[in-house]
């Protein structure tokens, strides 16, 4: 972890000092089962959060209304996706909430940033108070159920194994990490199963907005800019598709997906998914040799001439390319 600049207020130091403690409550041991799961298809993780969580988190018209807001627009929504990417991958690695951990840090930032989002926001008179308070526990809580439940049913979708205690572990963890962001903890799911029902109940609140629309459509431009050695075009739409659902995909405007053409594309285009694809099972086959195309190009990636830090160990991207 960084150390802080001195030049910071005091308050700011006091508030990482106190914020830096894990709950009494926090399991190691569930912790590590969690960080191994990531190790071994952390890969698939991180293209299930391009296609699932964060499309599903736009489907709820008051999230994304915020997220466009602060932005001003959606040409730069891949730096505050990046970064929460970043955020998944500092808290899974090894030792991410340890004290001093890169995961334990970055939650902090983040609900540091969260703080001064709120503040700048109700401070706008072009802010809409019936609105309600951005950024606010019911949010933050969807959100996290985001980055647990939901990633965990998306490697099941693309085809990895996860056991049910490798599921409630990382929702364990994931817990650890919303009482860091200062979630109430009456609103953090007790497990895997207690977290796919509050998630359907959030469900409720979905709806189609020109926000989420626009935010969906910078997130599959990003996608599609990660898989460069793909010629498939429909490939990001398509795996919005299976890991979201059409329901979500649908109500963002995501185009249909024919994946029996795009096979036909790699067979006649990029035989090496094709020979991936058979060996995995069709349609997973292809998604999960597209999530790890994306993952690997997002290690080193560059846009609009500047480059953009995204750390994933050397050692890790060299173990993912052995398991595939």
Request: charged share 20%; aromatic share 8%; glycine share 8%.
């Amino acid at each position: 972890m960084d150390p802080l600049p001195a030049a910071l207020p005091p308050k700011t130091h006091s508030y990482f000092a106190q914020t830096g403690t894990l709950p009494s409550w926090a399991d190691p041991a569930r912790i590590r089962v969690a960080q191994d799961l990531f190790v071994r298809c952390g890969w698939g993780a991180g293209a299930v959060l391009f296609c699932s969580s964060l499309p599903q988190c736009y489907a709820f018209p008051e999230g994304a209304r915020v997220l466009l807001y602060t932005q001003g627009t959606s040409r730069h929504a891949w730096r505050r996706i990046i970064e929460t990417g970043q955020l998944v991958f500092d808290v899974a690695a090894e030792g991410g909430l340890d004290p001093g951990g890169a995961g334990l840090r970055s939650a902090q930032k983040v609900r540091l940033m969260h703080a001064a989002i709120r503040h700048l926001v109700r401070a706008q008179t072009s802010w809409n108070t019936a609105w309600g308070l951005p950024i606010n526990q019911v949010q933050l809580a969807g959100t996290l159920l985001s980055f647990s439940c939901l990633v965990v049913d998306g490697l099941r979708r693309l085809g990895f194994e996860v056991s049910d205690e490798e599921a409630d572990a990382w929702v364990h963890m994931w817990n650890v990490v919303g009482h860091v962001l200062g979630i109430r903890e009456d609103l953090l799911p007790r497990g895997m199963t207690d977290g796919e029902a509050l998630f359907d109940l959030l469900r409720r609140h979905w709806g189609a907005s020109p926000e989420g629309e626009e935010l969906t459509r910078a997130t599959l431009d990003l996608m599609r800019e990660l898989l460069p050695s793909t010629p498939i075009d429909g490939i990001p739409a398509a795996l919005v598709r299976h890991l979201a659902g059409d329901h979500c995909a649908d109500l963002l405007g995501v185009p249909r997906a024919d994946w029996t053409a795009l096979l036909i594309d790699a067979a006649t285009q990029l035989t090496r998914i094709l020979d991936f694809a058979e060996r995995t099972g069709d349609v997973t086959g292809l998604a999960r040799l597209a999530s790890f195309e994306m993952m690997k190009t997002l290690h080193g990636f560059s846009r609009e001439g500047k480059p953009v830090t995204f750390r994933i160990p050397d050692a890790l991207i060299r173990k993912w390319d052995t398991a595939r």
